[in-house]
C-alpha cells in the first residue's frame, strides 16, 4: 500500500505512564514528519518503523501520537527513509559544531546548552563551554548513534575524576547560578556531546 503524503494525528499528554487529562489535538502530519518521531524511538529499524505505522500509535517524549494504521511494504519505508541521515560511527567528534552536553553520573545530570554555557561573567575572557569543549577534545569522544529527535550525532566519554575536577572548579565562568551550582555539586564521570552536521552535511 502507498505511503500517504499526509495522515491525521491525535497528541495528547503522557506522563509517568499515565494518560493525562490533558485535551487531545489532531493535525494533519506530512508522513516525514510522523516517521521523523517514530526514528526518534526506533533509529533506522525498517521493520520496527514499518510495525509502527501498522500498530497506529508512538509515545515519543511526553507525547502519545495515534492515527489510524498504515499498511506500507517494506519497499514504500525503504525509499522514505533514504530522505533522513544514516548514523556515520567514522565521524570525528567536532567541538565547532558541538551545540549541547551533559554530564552525567548515578542519577545526576547536568544539561548544557552551547548557547547558555558560552556566556561569559563580567570580564572574563573566556566562557565554560571554551573549556568543556578544550575537555571534550582531549577525551577524543566515541560516537554513539544519530539521534533524529536532536537532528545531531551523539558522541560519549568517560570523564576522568581530575577533568570532572577541574570543571567543577571552572563553574564559576558559567553566567548562571543554577548552572554553576549543578556542575559545582553534583557528581559525574560521563560526559554526553550532541553535535549537529554542517550545512550541506559535510
Not at 37 to 59: A, C, E, S
Not at 92 to 106: E, N
Not at 109 to 124: G, I, P, T, Y
Not at 178 to 184: F, G, K, P, T, Y
Request: include cysteine; glycine fraction near 8%.
Amino acid at each position: 500500500m502507498p505511503l500517504p503524503e499526509k495522515i491525521l494525528v491525535k497528541i495528547s499528554s503522557e506522563e509517568a505512564g499515565y494518560l493525562s487529562l490533558s485535551p487531545v489535538v489532531s493535525q494533519q502530519m506530512v508522513l516525514g514528519e510522523l516517521i521523523e518521531q517514530i526514528l526518534g524511538v526506533t533509529g533506522k529499524d525498517t521493520p520496527r518503523v514499518r510495525d509502527i505505522l501498522r500498530q497506529g500509535t508512538l509515545v515519543s517524549g511526553a507525547s502519545r501520537f495515534r492515527w489510524a494504521p498504515v499498511e506500507p511494504g517494506l519497499e514504500e519505508i525503504t525509499r522514505a527513509l533514504g530522505a533522513f541521515p544514516n548514523a556515520e560511527p567514522e565521524r570525528p567528534f567536532d567541538a565547532g559544531w558541538c551545540v549541547r552536553a551533559a554530564l552525567s553520573g548515578g542519577r545526576a545530570v547536568v544539561e548544557l546548552e552551547r548557547e547558555a554555557a558560552s556566556r561569559r561573567r563580567w570580564l572574563a575572557r573566556r566562557s565554560f563551554w571554551q573549556e568543556l569543549m578544550e575537555t571534550a577534545a582531549r577525551l577524543t569522544p566515541r560516537y554513539q548513534h544519530y539521534s533524529y529527535t536532536d537532528h545531531a550525532d551523539v558522541y560519549r566519554a568517560a570523564l576522568p575524576a581530575e577533568s570532572a575536577e577541574a570543571l567543577r572548579g571552572r563553574a564559576r565562568l558559567l553566567r548562571y547560578a543554577s548552572l554553576e551550582a549543578a556542575v559545582r555539586e553534583y557528581c559525574y564521570n560521563l560526559l554526553d556531546l550532541w553535535v549537529e552536521r554542517p550545512t550541506g552535511g559535510g
